[in-house]
């Protein structure tokens, strides 16, 4: 089950011993000497470094761990080449003395290159960085080219000709190979570092600091922003902030986004909303003196508490979703003016929890970004496909094994769904499953492993003739139905080819609406700025329209019955909710979002609780179907899913679904443009008093 990545590690631990064999060998070959060895085993070690370097840059890693970096290797690559070279009396000592000279200066252009791509990349870090904002009055140019500001992929490359030559010269006993390799390889190291302090000219320099914190003053005093959604966060965070862009863009507002982490500012979903990257605690305190009167938070963060120090402002929290975890009504949150919450369910929550949060201060909103999701539209046939979705969460900050399924009962409990031949399986992990807990990552991968083989072993079947030889004669005898099933198979292929490429088009499309910096690769921050203007008239419009049409070239070229293993942002959660008949998750906002469709779902227990005391410590799991880890009661639930009145939880849902979520009139985008208002008009009058 976990042989993908045990075979990967197999592979990766093959590639670098053939590498340190290959130096071993040289190493030989040097001191013998023995020049066709020498010339054999370093010209080798040479392709196998640079072919890693390009396809497959991970297995090097361990090696630049332990500081045996690229230019360390090459070094060690080298002076092998001139120990062998020493042996050789055919090449006179002045010979060997240029061609070690030439070396020292090539190696002293490496390292000129790689302190001017220093001080290049520190006159690029600006103190702001923004999208969607016109920066045409800033002095922003195109990033270098990668092969000059890295070091891992320059080093290589511009070594090749010096350790060629040098070979070549072992290998034909001629000097002139050699002083030529050596002499190319110094001209590209000294062309490279020339090429490269180009960018610190007036013409290339980009502006200062105090020229950029005056335009970004300019820009606040010209933009007017009033409500703010302020974000902190590391790599893998960003869906807590994605889920409220179409909420903020909604507001009628001027909106922006604050955030704190220069690669956030990527990280974040399209949007025509001006966002703006504060990393310094000094720069931030620039908000004060604007409009700004509200931010909002969907999660807690270190770096939260350097903006509440700004007292002009009101500060409310929204979460990134509902659910029953102890993060939901943590004691932080008491530190905002205000909490916004969905439903009467976080209210008393919070009530419940007497963590210093006013009930005075807790809003209701309801979740406007739940819009998306479909109602339920009644039971898919009982022969199936049953599309059942699989989205536990992930193990969270304690060591509590009652957080995520994926430990204790996710092998079990897929094993299960994927035994029921009428089950169709969606498989969405959290995001950051394995993060805190490797072990959660191991399970992670074996049920991914799986569910991937399930569908090899599906599809395959589905391809293959019926075995049953007496199911087909009596097929024949019958007339038409063969042929028929024949056809049908002849007109799978193309179909599947169609879908296909309708998806790689649709892909294509959004990549291209969504890229940063025009897809170059060598774009760095600066660059990713200028190209990230100020958006065009219709933009947003465009990529939401280029999403809709890739969701929908995406469901349409998978089989129907087919099993998916689903990461990254692609398709979103709530795509998967409008796809299946059933939920099987943990305690997670997962579950509160999905009650907005009133289907059926399940929660694992793993808590260790019985299911009476789980259902009352956890208000969401009142209308679902409690599963233990061993899966037991998966075949009583997915007959109810198939026979409505075996559903004995319907009314519940409906009932839970206002509890958690709140009314649907009005609508949470109007309740959540009040709540902003009346707390901007609080905002306002304490700067007035």
Not at 135 to 157: K, N
């Amino acid at each position: 089950m976990a042989a993908g990545p045990t075979l990967r590690r197999g592979v990766q631990g093959l590639a670098l011993g053939a590498l340190l064999l290959l130096f071993c060998a040289q190493l030989v070959g040097a001191q013998l000497p023995n020049g066709p060895l020498l010339c054999l085993a370093g010209g080798a070690g040479l392709a196998l470094d640079l072919a890693l370097r390009q396809w497959w840059p991970s297995t090097l890693v361990p090696l630049a761990r332990v500081r045996c970096d690229e230019t360390v290797r090459q070094l060690l690559r080298d002076l092998l080449i001139v120990l062998g070279l020493a042996h050789l009396a055919e090449v006179s000592t002045a010979v060997r003395l240029l061609l070690v000279a030439g070396l020292l200066a090539s190696y002293a252009a490496h390292f000129l290159t790689r302190a001017v791509a220093v001080l290049v990349r520190r006159s690029r870090t600006l103190p702001v960085l923004t999208r969607n904002i016109d920066t045409s009055g800033l002095r922003l140019t195109p990033a270098p080219p990668r092969l000059l500001t890295g070091a891992h992929r320059r080093m290589p490359l511009f070594a090749v000709p010096g350790t060629a030559g040098m070979l070549a010269t072992v290998a034909t006993e001629q000097a002139a190979w050699g002083l030529l390799g050596v002499g190319t390889s110094l001209l590209l190291f000294l062309g490279g570092a020339l090429r490269l302090a180009s960018w610190l000219l007036p013409a290339r320099r980009p502006p200062g600091e105090e020229e950029v914190l005056t335009w970004f003053q300019g820009w606040l005093d010209s933009y007017r922003p009033e409500v703010g959604l302020y974000f902190s966060g590391g790599s893998g965070t960003a869906y807590q902030a994605n889920m409220w862009l179409s909420t903020m863009a909604a507001l009628s507002n001027n909106a922006v986004v604050v955030l704190r982490e220069r690669p956030m500012v990527q990280q974040l979903a399209p949007t025509e909303l001006p966002i703006v990257c504060l990393p310094k605690v000094v720069h931030l305190m620039r908000l004060e003196h604007s409009t700004l009167r509200v931010l909002i938070h969907p999660a807690n963060a270190p770096k939260t508490s350097q903006v509440l120090r700004i007292p002009t402002i009101k500060h409310a929290f929204v979460n990134h979703g509902e659910s029953d975890k102890l993060s939901s009504c943590n004691p932080y949150a008491k530190v905002y003016d205000q909490v916004w919450v969905a439903g009467p369910a976080a209210r008393e929550r919070y009530a419940l929890a007497d963590v210093g949060v006013d009930d005075r201060d807790v809003v209701e909103v309801g979740r406007p970004q739940l819009a998306p999701i479909h109602a339920y539209t009644g039971p898919p046939p009982a022969e199936g496909p049953i599309s059942v979705l699989y989205a536990p969460t992930w193990e969270g900050w304690t060591d509590d094994p009652g957080n995520t399924s994926v430990l204790l009962a996710g092998e079990a409990l897929v094993r299960a769904l994927l035994a029921d031949r009428r089950v169709r399986l969606l498989y969405k992990p959290h995001p950051m499953t394995g993060s805190v807990d490797p072990r959660a990552g191991v399970a992670d991968a074996r049920i991914r492993a799986l569910v991937r083989a399930a569908e090899t072993h599906r599809a395959a079947s589905a391809a293959a003739p019926d075995p049953d030889r007496r199911g087909v004669a009596l097929l024949r005898r019958a007339g038409g139905p063969v042929a028929e099933r024949g056809a049908l198979a002849a007109t799978r292929a193309p179909h599947q080819d169609q879908t296909t490429r309708e998806l790689a088009k649709r892909t294509a499309r959004l990549d291209e609406l969504t890229a940063a910096g025009g897809g170059r690769l060598a774009c760095d921050d600066l660059e990713r700025m200028m190209w990230q203007s100020a958006p065009e008239p219709g933009r947003t419009e465009a990529v939401a329209a280029a999403a809709r049409a890739w969701r929908a070239a995406f469901w349409a070229a998978q089989p129907p019955e087919g099993h998916l293993v689903l990461t990254g942002p692609r398709p979103d959660l709530y795509s998967c909710f409008n796809q299946v008949d059933l939920l099987i998750s943990d305690v997670s906002s997962v579950v509160a979002d999905y009650l907005a469709g009133v289907k059926p779902y399940a929660v694992v227990n793993t808590s260790g609780l019985d299911e009476a005391e789980f259902r009352a410590a956890n208000p969401t799991v009142r209308a679902a179907t409690v599963l233990s880890p061993d899966a037991r009661e998966l075949p009583e639930l997915l007959a109810s899913v198939v026979a409505p009145r075996r559903d004995r939880l319907a009314k519940a849902r409906h009932d839970l679904r206002a509890f958690l979520l709140g009314p649907t009139d009005p609508p949470p985008q109007t309740r959540f443009q009040q709540a902003v208002d009346a707390l901007h008009a609080k905002a306002t009058a304490r700067r007035v008093r």
